[in-house]
């Protein structure tokens, strides 16, 4: 997307991004923060965390907040305390971004391992859909906020196992979310497919291909931005190409 955002775009605003440790997460959390959000940034390796904190840091943008949670092992509860944690230190909540992903397996019907698929499942659609569920009320508090799911090309490909079949609900739920909201006019829910981009899951799914070939994380940021700000204020229910 050609999309050049104002500087002071996401300023005052409170952003929770999944999957901020690396890739285009941690893309998309630099560039929040730069544009003046304070982002809270969930991943479940922490030092992957810390280097994104030190990276906003040093850039002089807001200081962001870590939150560490490993998606596989989190429960209803854990993700109401990370909502109550959010409104207790900040009092509000203006964005929810998913970018956390897993690949799991690429097989066969035939050959795919059961507990990979669930847990496949569930890092990429169930976990989305409790953390909403656990946020959904702070975030329509404010006068305009927004959701950003992330999905993929490879939906219903062969091969493409329980990452696809999550991929495919996951812009389901974002279209039945925008839906359910839409008459309420103040909450915003969209679907980011980023393409080919230089990521460590990509490289898992095409090791074939030279990853300098590929857009980087930062080069697909500009449509993660414009969903988020006062620019896409009209746009809900969409499923939008980053390239």
Not at 81 to 87: D, M
Not at 90 to 111: K, M, S, W, Y
Not at 127 to 153: G, K, M, N
């Amino acid at each position: 997307m050609n999309y050049s955002a104002a500087s002071d775009l996401l300023v005052d605003n409170v952003i929770l991004v999944t999957g901020a440790g690396d890739g285009i997460g941690a893309a998309v959390a630099k560039s929040y923060a730069k544009h003046g959000a304070t982002v809270v940034l969930l991943d479940k390796n922490i030092k992957a965390l810390e280097q994104v904190y030190d990276d906003i840091e040093a850039s002089g943008s807001e200081k962001p907040a870590i939150y560490p949670l490993d998606l596989i092992g989190a429960n209803v509860t854990d993700y109401e305390t990370l909502a109550s944690n959010i409104a207790e230190n900040f009092g509000r909540l203006d964005g929810l971004v998913h970018c956390a992903a897993a690949l799991g397996q690429i097989a066969p019907f035939d050959n795919q391992n059961t507990a990979t698929w669930m847990d496949t499942l569930h890092i990429n659609l169930t976990a989305p859909y409790l953390l909403t569920r656990a946020c959904v009320a702070l975030l329509r508090q404010q006068e305009q906020s927004a959701i950003i799911f992330t999905s993929d090309d490879y939906k219903d490909k062969a091969y493409w196992a329980g990452y696809g079949v999550a991929k495919a609900g996951i812009e389901t739920l974002s279209k039945q979310l925008a839906d359910e909201f839409e008459n309420e006019g103040r909450l915003r829910v969209n679907c980011v497919i980023p393409g080919p981009v230089r990521t460590t899951l990509y490289a898992r799914a095409f090791p074939g291909i030279n990853p300098n070939s590929l857009p980087t994380p930062d080069d697909i940021v500009p449509t993660y931005l414009y969903l988020m700000g006062r620019d896409s204020l009209t746009e809900t229910g969409q499923c939008i190409s980053a390239q």
